[in-house]
Each structure stands twice: as structure tokens, then as C-alpha cells.
């Protein structure tokens, strides 16, 4: 017999959205819901084989039962506004699916999977409803089941005439006359007031239908009788509302909906925009990598492969500027072997092999050129290496393309080229082992092109930072962090490794310690990494509740644990062992392998060009991410130290500069007068929006505020602040509204921001860093709401962004001034570490402070704070 599956789209989104975390993608687009309803979508179509397919969705929210009952679903909630948005998303990989969609005026979707389920089952055809929807029972038949999905997206029931007799001991029909009596409070339908579920089959199961029921009122007793007789035109009208139309005026194509397989050429692509990377590798989407047809025209160049050729070198002219770049084995220039250097300036191309690159000759002319380069921070670490000291580096193509997009970030030479009209095939694809085409003379010949294309882009990108206002941005503050920041990776941040391995000693033990209390509340040993095992010990042994069900068994993902953590004591030791395991897997040993056994530092990887808000990153490793809020995770700091005896570190940190910022854009009065009076601003919100004296404040209140001041100006809705602060969207909602009435200058600010990003395209910081948001009129609701959401947080987050980077420009600039000692070694957020000599740290901490606070004029003070000590740790 032949199988349509008829997918309930709504009730499906809904599922999925509530049982899987707010994900999202790198472009910040909510991807939740679409990912749990694609996850659903294939497994049902491994299990069920469909012959045909039709998914079914609600048109509006006015149907024909509105006629009749206008208060039908009047009490459900607005959808949230991260879930809204997916629609457009599933719709579209439906149709990558080749599924059919429906959906018609004045209908519910439950109506139109009732009409094409009978009309299935008139032509033979045999139907499975998924739905997380009870309300589709009644349509359960001979040639009808329903697919139930309960909690999560795993977890699920096929519902059929037998299930519905074994459980309810009813026909499908006779759960209309259930709901009838029960009422639903999700869609507004009233029942019989004090009637439950209980009550209801009880008494369908005696009189077979709700008509019997009200025929027979004489025979029913107490208050249940005076309910009935009081409310039976109640209870038919819920039985109306409740009832399926299965005769819509609507027919299903058999030829659309008739369902083979996917096209992986339609599903990639949109697979690969919302960055489902493990479906794609599900699927065996990913595309095999090819090299064919590798083409690259000929260039002319000298290979200077011999001293006594370096002369040649002499032509090139010192006033005019010239593209170079050095090519190494690896991408750790850190390490990695300096292979050879390649220069163009006109019609002059050298490359200049490993053996010849410490020649005095050369570095004379290097040296004092015009350079023009791609990622001067990279070119001034190698040149260091080289012994170089590169005095005029005039472009940087990586950097200045950057400026000019950041959201499109971390591209290589090839990706910039060919994006402005300029052909050059791509470095992977030179350099892949797998390409057996590729000689020495091809790549030769390649790392020639690359260093003249460097020369063609760096023209063309100045002449659009100018046309930007952003020139000064590049040549001021970009181009010389770039330098501070080679110096900063390369003399990197000393770290005591006995002091990390006692610590990690430490760990081990209270990890075997908290082991033995698990198995002492467990009553047994077992293998805590197994999530197998652990099912059983909480939900089997203990009988605690489960919440999540997934193909293997329970989940006891972090989500679930959290949520279960007040009901037994195991619960918070299971999540205190696997914060403590992770801590000394990935912060203690992940270190000790760091740890330059040589100089005892680790050297990390300072990334200028990669987040879209303009702020720093750190990688290889992650040295902005050493955990500060567990109190074990915080003492790793204690084995970051001086490099040198008697030395101290000193730390100094940005104080709410985001919001201070915030205050300074927005000219909110409330906001600059309690920033110019040293009033702690979250107190201060709490103070104004709960209606309390300042002294009032407590905690509590406080916590609540800071989650809105953080979150507000981020475009956080009312779902996401109930998220946050665990309290009802309503309460949500009243406490943005009360927030917005009280600073009119910051509801002003977001709504005037997001005008003129949909007038200009862009928003900017407010020395001139531009973030362009082409998706600021897109269709898409969630789409369109991220990109608000970013014109309002941008301004904020890249204005705090380009003061760090000022401050340790001008910080540096005093350094070099004075001749000061002080280095400075790490860039953390909003944060400044420094190693300072002994007889320097009177000097540091006047001069730190003073610079950092003063290096851009606001309406409201900068505030610094300020610590030393002789560990990272102690400067907390």
C-alpha cells in the first residue's frame, strides 16, 4: 500500500524550537527550530519510506471558527520572535526537499491534514500524521496513524485505532466528544468548567458521546450535574471548535506531493548558509575535492637563487612602493621555515630563495622601502625572525579589506582578488597534497602572482578607505597594532608549569573525590562519561523525571542536568565533575602542551582581522578564555607570572565601557548623570525601574537590572530576557517597558540607529568603523531582526573595541617614548596586562590609567580599574 505523510508544519516548529537551545549561526540568524524540524524530517523519512509528502502550515491566525467563538485561541502568546523567523527557513529547505507545502485562508493546518487524509484513504492510500498535536487523534483510522512527538525531538508514539482503545479505551471519534467536555486552555476552547481529562473519559467511556452525556444529566450526581446543565451549550460549542474539518476546499496534487529523494545540489547550498555541518556530513553532501583543470598563466621573474645575484636588487627604486611577501612551509610563521621572499615593484619580480634572506644586501633595501603587504602583522613577526626592521609598511590588503567588510573576515589573498575583478586561483588549491599537477616552477611562478596582486589590491583598497572615512582608522590605529601585536606574540607570557601541573594535581583530586561521592549518592560504580549509564543511575535507580529522551536513551546534557539539579544532590556533584574534568583537560594539560620549552611561555595568536565587531581574538591557544567564574578555574591565572625576577604584573580593565558608551551615543540624561556621580548603573536601573530608593537595591534586583542593561540594547526580546532571568515572557515584557520609559534616550537611540542603517546601509563607530547590513530589508523576519539587532550593538561593542586599540597604541607610543621597560603582554576584552619592573610600577600605574581613560573624549568619564600583583590571579 502506498504512503503519504502528511507533516504537521507548525506544531513541528514549535517542537523542535522549545526543545533544542537558541542556536544560532556565525551570522547571529536563530537556527534552532529549523535544525530540530530537519533532524525530525529525515529520521521520519528513513523509518516511514513516504511515497508522498505534503507539509501543512497555518495560513493566519483567523480561521472559520472565529465565526462562531471569537475568543478561539485568543490567549496564546505572541511566537516568539526567534522563532518566527525560522519559518521562511524550513519552508525553504522543504523545498530543497522537493516536499509540497500547503496552506489555505480560514483554514488550520489540522483541517487541510484532515481533508487530504480522507481522500487518501478513499484512493487505498495509507497516511501518517506527524504532529505533536493530541487534536489529531480523531483522525486516526484503518488507514490512518499518528506519528506523536512528545518531549524533545526524539522521543515519539505512533498512534493508532488499537493505541487509542488500549489507552483510552475510545474510538478516534470519541476524543472529539473528550475534548469537548475538558476544553483546551492552549486554543481557548472553554469545556465544562472543573472537568478535567479524568472526569471527561469517564464519562464518554459510559455515554459514548458528549450528545448522550447532556441527554442523560438526570443520572449524573453532586456538583458534576449542576456543571453540565449549567454549561452544556458550552461544552457543544467546544466540541465544535474542537472538530476537524476533513471537507476543506482544497485537493492534494498526487503528482507534487509524489516524494523519491532529495536533490543534493538544492539541499547543499541551503544546508551550508544555516552551517548544519553535521547533516551535510549525514547526508555525504560535502562536495569531493577536485583539481582539475588547474590553469595559470606564465609571469616573468628573476629567481635570485645565489649571492652574487642579489646585485640585481639594486634597481629597485626606494621612493616608489613595492609589494612583498614571504612564504613559509606551514601557517605557524611563529615556527614554520621562511622559505623565500618575493618582491614586485612595476615590472620588476624577484624571488629570492631561504639561503639569501639574512644578507645584509637585502635587508638594507627592505628595510627603508615602501612595503605594501598582506598581513603586516605576520610580515613584522617574520621580518623580526629575519632580523629585520620593517619602517614603512604603507598597506596591508588583509587589514584594509577588513575595514571595508568585516563581516566578511579571513580571507586570503586569492578570495579578495577575485572578489574585485583580479584572477587568482585559490592557495589551497596550489598547495593541497592531493593536486599531483603542481610543480616547484607553478608554485614559483604562483607566490609571483600573489605578491603582484598584492600591489594591484592595495591602491584600489586605499582609494575606497578613503572614499570610507576609514584611512585614518587604518593608518593610525590598525597599521601600528599590527606591529604591537607581532611583538606582543613573540615575546609571548610566561607561565610557571609547575605551578599549572600543581594545580592540575589539585583537580585530579578533587575530580577522584567528587567520583566517590557520585557512586556514594549512586549507590554503585559506573562509568559517569556514559551517558547510557548515567540514564539509568537518574531516571531508572532514582527516579528522577526525564525530560529528554534521545535514539540511545536519556539525555543528560548540560540543559537537562541544570533543569534537574534541585532534585537530587548527585545532580550538582555530576556537574561540579564534569566542569573540574574539562578544566584540566582543556586549561591545565591543553597548557602544558602550549609551554615553549624554551623560553617557558606560551606565544599566542593575536586575530585583528576576523570578528565582525572589530574587536581582538586570541587563539593557539585561546588566552581570552581562562575561566574567571568558578573559583578552580580562576587559580590556572596563579601560574601566569613575570618573565623576569621581581618583576609584577599589572592589570588594568575598562569599567562598563559598553555601557558608557551606550550613555555617551544615546544622550540619555539618567545614563550620563549617574556615570558623571559614580553611581553604579545597575543599581541605579534597578533603582528606577522598580520604583526603590538606591539603598533599596538589592542583589537580586540588581542581577535583574544588569541582565537588562547588558541585553537591551542587543535587541534582546521578552522570550529571550525570560530565558535569561527565568521568569515569564509577561514579566519579560514589563520590565523592557518599564527600562525604555525610564531611559527615553536609549529607547530613542534604538529606534533612530536602526533607521539609519536601513537609510545608509551601514552603521558605524564612532571613529568611523563601518559594518555594512545588507540584510537590514530582508523579507526574512529573523534575518531582518539580527540585522537590527547588530545596528544597534555595533556602534556599542566596536566603539569599546577601537578605544582598547587606541589605548595601547598611545600606551606603546609612551613606552617607546620614555624608554620604559614595561611590556605589555596580553589583550583580554576590556583588559590590559602588562609586565612591569620594580622601579617602573609607580610610573605604570599613573600612566596606564591616564592614557586608557583619556585616549577619546565622551560625555562621561572612562573609568580604569587598576591592580598588581605578583601573578595573574593576585590582580583580581
Known amino acids: ?10 506544531s513541528i516548529a514549535n517542537r523542535a524550537f522549545y526543545a533544542l537551545p537558541l542556536l544560532t549561526s556565525s551570522k547571529g540568524v536563530y537556527t534552532n527550530a529549523a535544525l530540530g524540524f530537519t533532524t525530525m524530517l529525515l529520521r521520519i523519512l528513513e523509518e516511514e519510506k513516504p511515497d508522498y509528502i505534503a507539509c501543512i502550515f497555518d495560513a493566519g491566525k483567523v480561521t472559520f471558527r472565529h465565526a462562531f467563538y471569537q475568543e478561539y485561541k485568543g490567549t496564546r502568546q505572541k511566537t516568539p520572535q526567534e522563532l518566527s523567523g525560522q519559518f521562511p527557513m524550513i519552508q525553504s529547505i522543504l523545498e530543497g526537499f522537493g516536499i509540497a507545502i500547503y496552506q489555505m485562508e480560514n483554514y488550520e493546518a489540522d483541517d487541510i491534514i484532515g481533508t487530504f487524509s480522507k481522500q487518501a484513504s478513499n484512493q487505498g492510500i495509507e497516511t501518517i500524521i506527524v504532529s505533536g498535536d493530541k487534536d489529531t487523534f480523531q483522525l486516526v483510522g484503518e488507514h490512518t496513524k499518528v506519528y506523536l512527538t512528545k518531549k524533545g525531538i526524539s522521543e515519539t508514539e505512533i498512534i493508532n485505532v488499537e493505541v487509542l482503545k488500549e489507552k483510552f479505551d475510545l474510538s478516534p471519534q470519541q476524543m472529539i466528544d473528550v475534548k469537548g467536555l475538558m476544553g483546551d486552555t492552549s486554543d481557548n476552547i472553554p469545556g465544562v468548567p472543573g472537568v478535567g481529562e479524568k472526569t471527561a473519559l469517564k464519562l464518554i467511556q459510559e455515554y459514548e458521546t458528549l450528545e448522550n452525556v447532556i441527554a442523560n444529566i438526570e443520572q449524573i450526581k453532586g456538583k458534576l450535574k449542576e456543571r453540565l446543565m449549567e454549561h452544556q451549550e458550552q461544552a457543544l460549542l467546544s466540541k465544535r471548535l474542537a472538530t476537524i474539518d476533513c471537507e476543506a476546499p482544497l485537493t492534494i496534487d498526487w503528482e507534487i506531493a509524489r516524494y523519491t529523494s532529495y536533490d543534493k545540489e538544492k539541499i547543499l547550498p541551503i544546508f551550508m548558509d544555516l552551517e548544519f555541518k553535521q547533516l551535510v556530513d549525514r547526508l555525504g553532501l560535502s562536495k569531493d575535492d577536485g583539481f582539475n583543470d588547474i590553469q595559470m598563466d606564465d609571469i616573468s621573474f628573476r629567481n635570485i637563487t645565489e649571492e652574487s645575484h642579489l646585485a640585481e636588487i639594486q634597481i629597485l627604486d626606494l621612493k616608489e612602493p613595492m609589494a612583498l611577501y614571504f612564504e613559509t612551509s606551514g601557517s605557524n610563521y611563529h615556527k614554520d621555515e621562511v622559505i623565500s621572499l618575493s618582491i614586485v615593484q612595476g615590472e620588476h619580480r624577484f624571488l629570492i630563495m631561504q639561503e639569501l634572506l639574512y644578507h645584509n644586501q637585502l635587508k638594507d633595501i627592505i628595510e627603508n622601502a615602501r612595503l605594501l603587504v598582506y598581513d603586516a602583522k605576520r610580515t613584522f613577526f617574520i621580518g623580526n625572525r629575519l632580523g629585520v626592521r620593517f619602517s614603512q ?17 579571513d580571507k586570503d589573498i586569492s578570495d579578495i582578488a577575485n572578489q574585485y575583478g583580479i584572477q587568482l586561483i585559490k ?12 610543480t616547484r616552477d607553478h608554485i614559483a611562478n ?10 594591484k589590491l592595495s591602491n584600489l583598497l586605499l582609494e575606497k578607505l578613503q572614499d570610507s572615512q576609514m584611512e585614518k582608522l587604518f593608518t593610525d590605529l590598525e597599521l601600528p597594532l599590527a606591529m604591537i601585536l607581532s611583538v606582543m606574540e613573540k615575546q609571548g607570557v610566561a607561565v610557571d608549569s609547575e605551578i599549572l601541573a600543581t594545580i592540575g594535581q589539585e583537580l585530579s583530586e578533587q575530580i577522584e573525590n567528587v567520583t566517590t561521592e557520585i557512586y556514594t549518592l549512586a549507590g554503585e560504580e559506573f562509568n559517569i562519561n556514559s551517558p547510557k549509564q548515567m540514564g539509568h543511575i537518574l531516571f531508572d535507580k532514582l527516579g528522577l523525571p526525564p525530560i529528554k529522551k534521545t535514539k540511545t536513551g536519556y539525555s543528560t546534557n548540560a540543559d537537562v542536568l541544570e533543569k534537574l539539579a534541585d532534585q537530587h544532590e548527585i545532580v550538582d556533584r555530576i556537574l561540579l565533575h564534569r566542569q573540574l574534568v574539562k578544566l584540566n583537560s582543556t586549561y591545565i594539560e591543553g597548557l602544558l602542551k602550549v609551554v615553549n620549552p624554551e623560553t617557558q611561555r606560551i606565544h599566542t595568536f593575536y586575530n585583528q582581522a576576523l570578528t565582525a565587531t572589530g574587536r581582538l581574538s586570541s587563539t593557539e591557544p585561546n588566552l581570552q578564555n581562562i575561566p574567571i567564574r568558578l573559583e578552580e578555574g580562576r587559580k590556572i591565572r596563579k601560574a601566569f607570572v613575570p618573565s623576569e625576577k621581581g618583576w609584577k604584573l599589572l592589570a588594568a580593565d575598562y569599567s562598563q565601557i559598553e555601557l558608557r558608551i551606550l550613555a555617551h551615543i544615546s544622550k ?23 520604583g526603590v530608593p538606591l539603598e533599596a537595591v538589592d542583589s537580586h534586583m540588581r542581577r535583574q537590572a544588569k541582565a537588562v542593561n547588558f541585553g537591551i540594547v542587543y535587541g534582546i526580546s521578552d522570550y529571550g530576557l525570560s530565558q535569561n532571568l527565568n521568569i515569564s515572557r509577561k514579566e519579560a515584557k514589563e520590565f523592557i517597558d518599564l527600562y525604555l520609559a525610564h531611559f527615553s534616550g536609549v529607547k530613542e537611540y534604538m529606534s533612530s540607529i536602526i533607521k539609519l542603517a536601513k537609510k545608509q546601509g551601514f552603521v558605524q563607530t564612532i571613529l568611523h568603523r563601518r559594518r555594512y547590513l545588507p540584510d537590514i530589508h530582508s523579507p526574512n523576519f529573523n534575518i531582518r531582526s539580527f540585522a537590527e539587532r547588530t545596528a544597534m550593538n555595533t556602534p556599542i561593542q566596536g566603539t569599546a573595541a577601537d578605544i582598547i586599540k587606541l589605548a595601547m597604541v598611545r600606551i606603546d607610543e609612551e613606552l617607546q617614548q620614555r624608554n620604559l621597560k614595561t611590556r605589555m603582554l596580553l589583550q583580554v576584552h576590556d583588559e590590559l596586562i602588562f609586565e612591569v ?6 610610573i605604570m600605574t599613573q600612566l596606564v590609567p591616564e592614557v586608557m581613560e583619556n585616549c577619546i573624549s565622551l560625555s562621561v568619564p572612562l573609568k580604569v580599574d587598576l591592580a598588581v600583583g605578583g601573578n595573574w590571579f593576585d590582580t583580581k
Open 427 to 438: 592557495e589551497e588549491t596550489i598547495f593541497n597534497k592531493k593536486n599531483k599537477e603542481i
Open 446 to 455: 604562483y607566490l609571483m602572482q600573489k605578491t603582484e596582486v598584492i600591489g
Open 837 to 842: 619592573p620594580e622601579d617602573e610600577i609607580v
Open 668 to 690: 540619555d540624561a539618567r545614563m550620563i548623570e549617574a556615570f558623571h556621580q559614580g553611581i553604579d548603573i545597575h543599581t541605579k536601573t534597578a533603582s528606577d525601574v522598580f
Open 393 to 409: 609598511i604603507e598597506a596591508d590588503v588583509m587589514l584594509m579589506n577588513y575595514l571595508l567588510d568585516p563581516t566578511d573576515s
Open 1 to 10: 500500500m502506498a504512503r503519504l505523510l502528511l507533516i504537521d508544519g507548525n
